[in-house]
């Protein structure tokens, strides 16, 4: 069965050619090809086609090549199924398209014609590196708003995720391993139709919980540990990505809980924001604020919100962007608005910085953490010496920390979170 039914093919390659405007150039969105394993002779890194390629075909084999001509149609050139590839890997039998050997004579039929190359490189092609700068733009903005189709596999891998914190859930316990959690969880996510981890797992019990992309492994979850999972499954190239932060026994410690309300009423107002037209560095700041006047209550901060979120101050405790575009791979499109450069709000390099729109997929992933790299650094000490109580971190330090993370979908109305059936 095809991932994505030919209709659906055709309307987003309708947008795609109504973005393009009326004078593209030709366009090639090339499916890449596989990554040699360093020394490993035949042994590839699993594949992933370039993205633009796979949402407009449906296919996740490489070496293929969608061609568009405005003045013409489109055409799939695909690599054909050989010998090898039966004897080795077995099927091949549903691959549709032209053999990818007939695209330099499709391409000789149009001498004299600008070609863009998008995605995967195409051999023996002199590609318009500023016009394919320009298509990649317009295509990112026609990608970003997620369509029906896409929306049905992210609620299938949501639902698989849901199924692998669940099962986590139930086997953290004290004495049992960051590593053992992580196992439980991803067979669960497999036996629910996973067909990957979007992403490599994350479990960091007591202040592993402080390093943001922690590589779980032998420790041992203690009783006054809480442990930190973020996680996702893959369905075809599909991704959710969910954290949530559970305590080690039946109830956290009073810091932990203080820690935990607050990162949850952050992510909660957070959520709220998530609307048409709202910038996203704004759902930032509204979680910032929330941490900010929290940290004070806390006796952790002390100064004006505002002034502790102009500083940079917050992102000592919230080192991160509240969150990315997620769906297609577990960081999709997201980038700039058109004519943006980078830029700081909260003390973070915002590498997503765009208004909302209508059926957008955003992870909103607020945390706070108490990350021994960022309190005992000379320099933030210094420049923040008169807005953090220093000596009261002793006692926050072992909290390690807490992040809580949704998939939200922007809607006309209110936003609809695709990871709600994960209890929080
Ligand atoms: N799952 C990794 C992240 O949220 O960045
Ligand atoms: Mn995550
Ligand atoms: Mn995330």
Redesign the pocket.
């Known amino acids: 069965m095809p991932i994505f039914e030919n209709d659906v093919l055709e309307r987003r390659r309708q947008r795609a050619a109504d973005a393009f405007g009326d004078d593209p150039p030709i366009v090639l969105f090339g499916a890449g090809k596989p990554v040699q394993i360093p020394g490993g002779q035949d042994q590839t890194y699993p594949f992933i086609p370039y993205p633009e390629y796979y949402w407009l075909t449906g296919s996740r084999r490489w070496g293929g090549v969608l061609a568009y001509d405005p003045g013409d149609s489109w055409r799939h050139f695909v690599r054909p199924v050989s010998q090898n590839e039966r004897l080795w890997e077995g099927g091949g039998e549903d691959v549709e398209g032209e053999d990818v050997a007939g695209l330099k004579c499709w391409l000789d039929q149009r001498p004299g014609r600008p070609v863009a190359v998008i995605g995967g490189a195409v051999e023996n092609v002199k590609n318009d590196p500023q016009r394919a700068a320009a298509l990649q733009i317009s295509i990112d903005g026609v990608r970003r708003r997620k369509d029906a189709a896409e929306v049905a596999l992210i609620e299938r891998a949501a639902a698989a995720t849901a199924a692998g914190h669940a099962r986590a859930r139930e086997t953290i316990r004290p004495g049992v391993s960051e590593r053992r959690i992580r196992i439980e969880l991803e067979a669960e996510m497999f036996r629910q139709g996973a067909d990957g981890a979007a ?1 490599d797992t ?1 479990v960091g019990a007591g202040t592993h919980a402080a390093v ?2 922690f590589e779980p492994g032998d420790r041992i979850v203690e009783p006054d540990d809480l442990v930190l999972i ?1 996680a ?1 499954a893959s369905i075809a190239g599909y991704a959710a ?1 969910v ?1 949530r932060t559970y305590p080690a026994a039946d109830r956290f410690t009073p810091r932990q809980q203080a820690i935990y309300d607050l990162v949850l009423a952050a992510q909660l107002e957070a959520i709220s924001t998530c609307r048409k037209d709202v910038e996203w560095h704004e759902v930032h700041r509204a979680a910032a604020a929330v941490i900010a006047l929290g940290l004070c209550d806390l006796g952790i901060l002390r100064g004006e919100p505002d002034v502790l979120l102009d500083s940079g101050a917050i992102s000592l405790f919230l080192p ?1 962007g509240v969150g ?1 575009m997620v769906g297609l791979g ?1 960081r999709d499109v997201g980038g700039l608005a058109a004519g943006r450069e980078v830029s700081v709000h909260c003390g973070i390099r915002m590498r997503v910085d765009l208004p909302l729109e209508e059926d957008f997929l955003m ?1 909103v ?1 607020p945390g706070v953490y108490f990350v021994p790299a960022l309190l005992d650094d000379p320099e933030r000490r210094e420049r923040f010496a008169n807005m953090v109580n220093w000596d009261a971190l002793a006692s926050w330090r072992p909290v390690g920390g807490v992040r809580i ?1 949704d998939n939200v979908l922007i809607t006309a109305g209110d936003p609809r979170i695709l990871t709600a059936e994960i209890p929080k």
């Open positions: 992403f994350i943001l992309h973020d996702g990505d954290t991160h990315h577990v992870t992933e993370e």
